[in-house]
């Protein structure tokens, strides 16, 4: 694992100055206060995304702000702080694409950094299936449009490995069962 959130300096309960120091008890390093003895302990930052599937092909938001401004993405975003990450995908679908959701499954979780000013973070991010099942699609504030992608056709640039992960595994992923009727033609 690589190391990330380097530029974190201050204590958030004291102010007291932060030192990167081996904790015995843990057998790891971490982020100490060198007043108060505080442990700021990192973690990744949980995400959660939905690749909404209609006809076949999945909806892409096109970002309209940094970082990835104009590229591609699967929308979703960050879970608040102790929100279940479902409510947090159908939350963030609203929010970018007016639509509402239904979970179908679990596709993956996907590792990543995220970087916002001069601290980088890593990510954990879950990517669930789903189908909409109301609302109308328009892009919200941070979207500049949305489009459907079938398999065969997504776009060169889609921001963030993580959804570039979880688009391979959706692109690999076998077709639907026969339903009952198809079975009978074939
Ligand atoms: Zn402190």
Redesign the pocket.
Known sequence: MSETSLSYRF?P??G?ELARKFVEQEGHHRLV?Q??G?IFYLSSKPTASALVIRDGKVLLVERAIEPYKWWWDVPGGFTEDGEHPEEAVRRELREETGLEIRILGLLGIFMDAYVYGSVEDHTLNLYYLAEPIGGDPWPGSDAASLGWFGKDELPDRVAFQCSRDALVVWRGSPPPPLTAEAEVLS
């Open positions: 204590c309960k004291c007291g206060c007043s108060c505080f």
